[in-house]
């Protein structure tokens, strides 16, 4: 098992080979494909995407898309493929897959390494309410006294978490997302806005301001792409609804592809030494 991964690359020579599979769909996922396709191209790398997005921007490199089919299917691929390390790189909410990976890595045998962005922390100017979950935000606009009067509410919780705020009907919303999500899982008062970041401070303020929002529900992805609606909502002295990360896996992290590149190397040297 190779080490934690260090804050800073080292400067070392590449191992001549290794096979890895990189769970994707973030901005740090592509950054690692980058720097694995310009500094290191005796390694195998084989990215994989749930498939959410329908038109995902991709990497000139080997590509799956799909799930595995549980644990026992990742296993199944891992051997198959004969992968040396897998980097999970999916969403901070991709809870799920990150559980699946952490099994099915147990039972392989394979190194695990956790790649992910920081989480966003509140100023003393913003007014963030923490909740557990996609849920709780729902529950808190449709029962809370202080939420319950009807408010215009600009939601980015992604388009396959929007059915419980069915139960908040009284609210008028603008539904920002990727792509269309299905009308029957959306409250009845909601514009759907299709957009991608990264998104710039001024834009969320005109759009804010235009749209008269006065509450905001998101999920504490972190990341600069999207920090700037945190951003105008501080500057327009509008709430957050901020839906807090799952619990981590107790898996080795790194914060950026910089720190999962150096921990890929020390693996390469410790998993392929009697090869």
Same mark, same amino acid.
């Given at each position: ?5 260090? +804050?800073?690359h080292?400067?070392?020579t590449?191992?001549p080979r290794?096979? %890895? ?13 980058r720097?694995?396709?310009?500094t290191? /191209?005796?390694c195998?790398?084989?990215l994989?995407?749930?498939g959410v @997005?329908?038109q995902p921007? =991709?990497?000139d ?14 296993? #199944? ?5 004969a992968?040396?390390a897998v980097? $999970?790189?999916?969403h901070?909410f991709a809870?799920q897959m ?5 099994l ?5 045998k394979?190194p695990?390494l956790?790649l ?10 913003d007014?963030?309410l923490?909740v557990?979950s996609? %849920?709780d935000?729902a529950?808190?606009?449709?029962h809370?006294s202080e939420w319950s009067r009807?408010? +215009?509410?600009?939601?980015t919780t992604g ?9 908040a ?12 999500? #299905? @009308?029957? $899982? =959306? ?8 957009a991608?970041? !990264?998104? $710039? ?7 804010m ?5 006065? %509450?905001?529900v998101?999920k504490? +992805?972190g990341? +600069?792409?999207?920090y700037p609606?945190?951003e105008a909502a501080?500057m =327009?002295g509008i /709430?957050?609804?901020m839906?807090?990360?799952p !619990?981590?896996?107790n898996?080795p992290r790194?914060?950026d592809?910089? %720190?999962?590149?150096?921990w ?10 009697a090869?």
């Amino acid at each position: 098992m190779p080490p934690a991964p260090s +804050s800073a690359h080292e400067e070392t020579t590449a191992p001549p080979r290794l096979r %890895v599979l990189v769970l994707g769909g973030t901005t740090e996922a592509s950054a690692l494909c980058r720097m694995l396709g310009t500094t290191w /191209p005796t390694c195998h790398a084989v990215l994989s995407l749930a498939g959410v @997005t329908t038109q995902p921007h =991709l990497p000139d490199m080997t590509t799956r898309i799909g799930g595995f089919g549980g644990v026992e299917g990742l296993v #199944d691929w891992l051997h198959h493929n004969a992968i040396n390390a897998v980097v $999970d790189a999916t969403h901070p909410f991709a809870a799920q897959m990150s559980h699946n990976a952490a099994l099915a890595c147990a039972v392989a045998k394979l190194p695990l390494l956790r790649l992910e962005r920081p989480g966003w922390s509140a100023t003393p100017q913003d007014q963030w309410l923490m909740v557990p979950s996609i %849920v709780d935000a729902a529950h808190t606009l449709a029962h809370t006294s202080e939420w319950s009067r009807p408010h +215009s509410v600009f939601l980015t919780t992604g388009r396959k978490e929007t059915r419980p705020f069915l139960a908040a009907p009284q609210h008028q919303y603008l539904f920002r997302s990727i792509e269309t999500p #299905d @009308t029957a $899982d =959306l409250p009845p008062r909601t514009r759907v806005l299709r957009a991608r970041g !990264p998104f $710039d401070l001024s834009a969320e303020l005109q759009l804010m301001q235009a749209q008269k929002i006065t %509450v905001l529900v998101t999920k504490n +992805s972190g990341g +600069s792409a999207t920090y700037p609606k945190l951003e105008a909502a501080r500057m =327009l002295g509008i /709430p957050v609804i901020m839906i807090a990360r799952p !619990p981590p896996q107790n898996t080795p992290r790194a914060k950026d592809a910089t %720190v999962a590149l150096t921990w890929l190397h020390q693996c390469a040297s410790s998993t392929l030494r009697a090869v």
